[in-house]
């Protein structure tokens, strides 16, 4: 891909807000919110999502350690806006993401959860 093709791929890229969930299978509390996330996905089509296994795709997830379960990383204009646990209720992601996209509050990110976020763009 040319620099340019890669420079115009990254500015669409940039403007595109996700939102990553990071469960395991075996986990019964990820197992009951996957519908609230589903739920997210259905009514804002316009955000990327992507739900990542934490023991299905080591290879995403490298040396992080998802101590709490879930675990979300929500990102927008190209860098990383939040990225921890949440309650597992629906209503409570979908303020948290509105709230993010209007410019309100977020942690931001450290370079491990900015390095997280391009492992998962590379995967989807």
Known sequence: ????AATALQASRDQVWWVV???AQWCGVCREFR???DTLV???PALHTAWVDVEDEEDIVGDLDVETFPTILVAGQG??????PVL????VLTRMVASLQAGEGGTGADAAAQA????V???R
Not at 116 to 119: A, E, H, N, V
């Open 35 to 37: 519908a609230a996330f």
């Open 116 to 119: 997280l976020l391009q492992r």
């Open 42 to 44: 259905r009514e804002q």
């Open 1 to 4: 891909m040319g620099s340019q």
């Open 21 to 23: 969930c990071f469960c």
């Open 79 to 84: 860098r990383v806006r939040f990225f921890g």
């Open 88 to 91: 597992p209720q629906a209503p």
């Open 121 to 123: 763009l590379d995967s």
